[in-house]
């Protein structure tokens, strides 16, 4: 079975930390993704890869960096946390002609910054 | 810029009754989406719906296509509490990424 792993589901950091989401899809994915849900904001991008060592911007990258050093792995970096930052991070991958299922998500990380 | 906008945001229905979801996309795009997502939980994929007049059934659940419209619906028939849920439409962008509607949030009471 595909599986986005991702490796908290929740986590708790103070203002200013530095904070790592990883995201892990065994699916020899070429893309991958990193969204964040609100209340009433729905899903915005914030980056994205479609491939090793390549990154995207989204629609809201400020405040946050990705990595993307191996095929399967796809990190978020909150370079320095703040309280508007708490939020459900989603990682999703996909095929690069997108196959039958789109993206195929993670499990969420929910964040909260104190 | 592409939007998809969702109607209606909220749908409280009771079981047995059949009501449909709207999803509007401003743009061209070759393929369309639905997902699925329970609370707490993350989004699971439904439908792939990849021409015009495409129409995918599971169960109670029906979605089509109309690429001409730039609509596509999510029927829902003689609804049963199991599907509540939020559910999502998405539309490829540039061929990099989709864009996703804002969500139906369906509650389905006894």
């Known amino acids: 079975d595909v599986k986005v792993t991702q490796s908290s589901r929740y986590l708790v950091k103070r203002t200013g930390e530095k904070v790592f989401l990883e995201c892990v899809q065994d699916?020899?994915?070429?893309?991958m993704f990193w969204y964040r849900q609100d209340p009433g904001l729905g899903l915005r991008l914030i980056y994205f890869?479609?491939?090793?060592?390549?990154?995207e911007k989204g629609d809201i990258p400020e405040g946050y960096s990705v990595s993307r050093e191996k095929k399967e792995r796809f990190s978020l970096i909150l370079e320095s946390a703040s309280t508007n930052q708490t939020s459900m991070y989603l990682c999703?991958?996909?095929?690069?002609?997108?196959?039958?299922?789109?993206?195929?998500f993670g499990s969420g990380t929910r964040l909260t910054v104190v | 810029e592409l939007k998809v906008e969702q109607n209606p945001l909220f749908l409280s229905m009771q079981e047995g009754k059949n009501y449909t979801i709207y999803c509007n996309y401003s743009?061209?795009?070759?393929?369309l989406y639905w997902y699925r997502q329970d609370p707490g939980k993350s989004l699971e994929s439904l439908f792939v719906?990849?021409?015009?007049?495409a129409v995918k059934q599971e169960g109670r659940l029906m979605a089509s296509l109309d690429t001409k419209a730039r609509l596509s619906t999510l029927h829902i028939t003689a609804a049963v509490h199991d599907l509540s849920a939020t559910y999502f439409c998405?539309?490829?962008?540039?061929?990099?990424?989709?864009?996703f509607g804002q969500g139906t949030r369906l509650t389905i009471n006894p």
């Open positions: 719906l990849l021409s015009n007049g």
């Open positions: 743009t061209t795009s070759d393929r």
């Open positions: 699916m020899d994915h070429e893309n």
């Open positions: 890869s479609y491939d090793v060592k390549m990154k």
């Open positions: 998405a539309v490829i962008q540039g061929a990099q990424k989709l864009v």
């Open positions: 999703a991958s996909s095929l690069a002609n997108w196959g039958v299922s789109g993206y195929t």
